[in-house]
């Protein structure tokens, strides 16, 4: 990171999701808060107030005028100077994004560059994505830079691609293996396919942990429907498994939080990701890609072998505001040339 443009100190402020995945965001940011030039904003007081929390998302929802009065409360939080060059990092799952006012606003007084980072697949509707309900072109003239970490998101709607953002509990520690595989996550569509994998894992007798957040039936041993989760518990559950389950969700085909979980932990990963193959990590010892239930070797969920990627950290959070950085500058530097391309291809 620059310590200095034109003379001014350099801050950079990340806008974070507020009041739920507390833990994972902490977690998640962790290693960009230990930079002194860093503030990440976990936690707005004013949206534990659920009156101004429900008015709030009703004005943005509704594409009601005025919407620039809550810039004076997004502000309240963030503790940006004028003195300073601010680079804001807002994120998809923070409800300002969706303030076509805010970004404006903070490249006009404060001369601020803002980035819009998005975690989730586009919703697409023909040949045109969509954030909560936003198109990207709409987007793209709202913010500075927009950043995906799906690589097909990026091609088709020339975005910045950032692969992941991901930093590890320092604090983990190697655990005793109590099951062959895990899974933990919401359905999102993927009920069907999970429950015949659950359903074919168990008739091999291999030592299953499904752990689905939402409510439902009873599919069996090894199979529980659970309200809430700690994200730190969720590691520590991983550090005990095997073997990491990943099943994307529909129109997924990045780099997901399963996949970033088995690299940090050095965990042995079984996912139906094809285009894993094409990540700077992948390593067909340690990952099987699968199509068809039918097609997964139960040996390699099984077999006890030392893992290690030799990842050290290349997704943390602190290297992807670099990398965030370097991109809009490219784009910027590019826009003249017209060679801007949007993408860091290698992550």
Request: charge should be positive; proline fraction near 3%.
């Amino acid at each position: 990171m620059e310590a200095e443009v034109k003379g001014k100190k350099v801050r950079y402020t990340v806008l974070v999701q507020t009041v739920a995945y507390d833990e994972w965001a902490r977690i998640l940011w962790s290693d960009a808060e230990k930079r002194e030039a860093v503030r990440v904003v976990y936690d707005t007081l004013w949206q534990h107030n659920a009156f101004w929390r429900r008015l709030h998302k009703l004005h943005l929802f509704s594409r009601l005028p005025g919407r620039r009065l809550w810039i004076g409360k997004y502000l309240s939080d963030m503790d940006i100077s004028k003195e300073e060059q601010n680079y804001i990092f807002i994120s998809d799952i923070n409800i300002c994004m969706r303030n076509p006012e805010f970004a404006p606003y903070l490249k006009m007084e404060y001369g601020a560059r803002v980035i819009l980072f998005i975690l989730n697949p586009l919703k697409r509707k023909g040949k045109k994505g969509y954030v909560k309900g936003i198109s990207v072109s709409r987007l793209k003239k709202w913010y500075d830079l927009v950043i995906t970490i799906d690589p097909r998101d990026a091609e088709d709607f020339d975005l910045g691609l950032i692969p992941a953002i991901y930093s590890r509990i320092e604090t983990a520690e190697k655990r005793e293996i109590k099951r062959d595989l895990i899974f933990v996550g919401r359905e999102k569509g993927r009920e069907g396919l999970l429950e015949e994998l659950h359903h074919l894992l168990r008739s091999k007798n291999v030592n299953t942990e499904f752990d689905i957040c939402g409510q439902g039936e009873d599919k069996g041993a090894g199979w529980e429907y659970i309200s809430y989760i700690p994200y730190g518990k969720i590691i520590r559950k991983s550090l005990e498994a095997n073997c990491i389950l990943e099943i994307l969700q529909e129109g997924q085909t990045g780099i997901t939080q399963r996949t970033m979980e088995a690299l940090a932990y050095n965990k042995k990963l079984l996912t139906n990701n094809k285009n894993l193959k094409n990540m700077p990590f992948y390593n067909g010892e340690y990952m099987q890609i699968f199509e068809r239930p039918e097609e997964i070797r139960i040996d390699f969920i099984t077999e006890r072998v030392p893992v290690d990627y030799g990842y050290r950290d290349e997704y943390s959070s602190g290297v992807f505001l670099d990398r965030a950085v370097r991109l809009l500058q490219e784009k910027e530097q590019g826009a003249e040339a017209g060679k801007y391309s949007g993408c860091e291809r290698r992550g």
